[in-house]
């Protein structure tokens, strides 16, 4: 309802009218994708699909009309609260047409995969070539193929890029070595914007690096989350930086749960986006870390996953509720 009859999702719902012209772009917006999308991926539930797909063809029909002459976009809120950046002087490394483009292209793969589940072949048909189109140009115009540098050539457009698919399969191996390199330029630090912070650590694991990830985000010193404990936190801070506070009670870091529970406890539902009865293990035994436990609660009951370091052997332990299939890779 609060969407405009143009297509336009302010910053804040409910809204008095305000947060239609700023605060908001493709990668504020993505709720009205993601929560649908992820509700179907996790328990199978179509209706709030069914509900919104007329908002998602609307809402990607205004984001086209955004579109500038090389195919992207280039309007919104982009890696807001990059670490150590604040004034209107000191944007984001991440340029906002990587963001806002990268994000809408995923916002158009998510689409297409709500709109065959409930057989919006029509609409399916328009999502695809938006994300195929809107790809083409991403490639095209942001990414440097002689160094594998996305533009900004930073952690967060490189992560951005590898996370939602702008490369291709034998060009991963160059691209992530490019994102290596900003992490060690950065001295193993976070250097990213929320938007960045929200895949960079899956990437690393990915990859193989899930003891950089785990020490990029424990680390002590400024800025990683075990900074945030030095100095007292109890709960997700808005920034990073000891001399700027916001909010003290902010969610949109918090995706490092996600993490813990897909990498370190290694869960992983309905890996294929075809059947929430299924479930892959695949904790990540890093040196670093000596016992995991963890619970997640599935529409069918609870899946619990352990596992502890003996002497000899790593021991794991696996419940899962009945009706689930499960693949346990070790």
């Given at each position: 309802k609060?969407?405009s009859?143009?297509?336009v999702?302010?910053?804040?719902?409910?809204?008095?009218?305000?947060?239609?012209?700023?605060?908001?772009?493709?990668?504020?917006?993505?709720?009205?994708f993601y929560?649908p999308?992820?509700?179907?991926?996790?328990?199978?539930?179509?209706?709030?699909?069914?509900?919104?797909?007329?908002?998602?063809?609307?809402?990607?029909?205004?984001?086209e009309s955004?579109?500038?002459?090389?195919?992207?976009?280039?309007?919104?809120?982009?890696d807001w609260?990059?670490?150590?950046?604040?004034?209107?002087?000191?944007?984001?490394?991440?340029?906002v047409?990587?963001?806002?483009?990268?994000?809408?292209?995923?916002?158009?793969n998510?689409?297409?995969?709500?709109?065959?589940?409930?057989?919006?072949?029509?609409?399916?048909?328009?999502a695809?070539?938006?994300?195929?189109?809107?790809?083409?140009?991403?490639?095209?115009?942001?990414?440097?193929?002689?160094?594998?540098?996305?533009?900004?050539?930073?952690?967060?457009?490189?992560?951005?890029?590898?996370?939602?698919?702008?490369?291709?399969?034998?060009?991963?191996?160059?691209a992530?070595?490019?994102?290596?390199?900003?992490?060690?330029e950065?001295?193993?630090?976070?250097d990213?914007?929320?938007?960045?912070?929200r895949?960079?650590?899956?990437?690393?694991?990915?990859?193989g690096?899930?003891?950089?990830?785990?020490?990029?985000i424990?680390r002590?010193?400024?800025?990683?989350?075990?900074?945030?404990?030095?100095?007292?936190?109890t709960?997700?801070?808005?920034?990073f930086?000891?001399?700027?506070?916001?909010?003290?009670?902010?969610?949109?870091?918090?995706?490092i749960?996600?993490w813990?529970?897909?990498?370190?406890?290694?869960?992983?539902?309905?890996?294929?986006g075809?059947?929430?009865?299924?479930?892959?293990?695949?904790?990540?035994?890093?040196?670093?870390?000596n016992?995991?436990?963890?619970?997640?609660i599935m529409?069918?009951?609870?899946?619990?996953?352990?596992?502890?370091?003996?002497?000899?052997?790593?021991?794991?332990k696996?419940?899962?509720?009945?009706?689930v299939?499960?693949h346990?890779?070790?």
């Amino acid at each position: 309802k609060a969407m405009s009859p143009e297509g336009v999702v302010p910053g804040i719902i409910p809204t008095a009218n305000w947060g239609y012209d700023e605060l908001n772009g493709p990668a504020w917006d993505s709720a009205l994708f993601y929560l649908p999308y992820f509700t179907y991926i996790y328990r199978g539930e179509t209706e709030m699909i069914r509900e919104t797909a007329d908002a998602f063809i609307k809402y990607l029909k205004y984001v086209e009309s955004r579109k500038e002459e090389n195919g992207l976009y280039n309007f919104g809120l982009g890696d807001w609260c990059h670490v150590g950046r604040h004034s209107p002087e000191e944007m984001p490394k991440a340029p906002v047409i990587v963001t806002d483009s990268i994000i809408s292209m995923d916002l158009a793969n998510k689409a297409s995969v709500m709109f065959e589940a409930i057989g919006r072949d029509d609409y399916k048909a328009y999502a695809d070539k938006f994300a195929s189109e809107l790809k083409a140009a991403i490639r095209e115009n942001l990414v440097d193929f002689d160094t594998m540098a996305v533009l900004g050539e930073c952690q967060s457009s490189q992560a951005m890029a590898l996370y939602y698919g702008v490369f291709e399969a034998d060009e991963y191996e160059a691209a992530f070595n490019k994102l290596l390199e900003y992490v060690h330029e950065a001295d193993d630090h976070i250097d990213v914007g929320v938007l960045g912070g929200r895949v960079i650590f899956h990437v690393l694991s990915k990859f193989g690096y899930t003891s950089l990830a785990l020490k990029m985000i424990t680390r002590p010193d400024y800025p990683s989350y075990g900074n945030w404990i030095e100095r007292g936190a109890t709960t997700l801070w808005e920034n990073f930086d000891p001399d700027f506070m916001d909010s003290p009670n902010h969610h949109f870091w918090g995706d490092i749960s996600a993490w813990f529970y897909k990498v370190l406890a290694g869960i992983n539902v309905n890996p294929t986006g075809k059947n929430i009865n299924e479930i892959v293990i695949e904790p990540h035994f890093i040196e670093e870390i000596n016992k995991v436990d963890t619970t997640h609660i599935m529409p069918q009951g609870e899946v619990s996953v352990s596992w502890e370091r003996k002497p000899d052997v790593i021991e794991v332990k696996i419940n899962l509720p009945k009706g689930v299939s499960g693949h346990f890779i070790g």
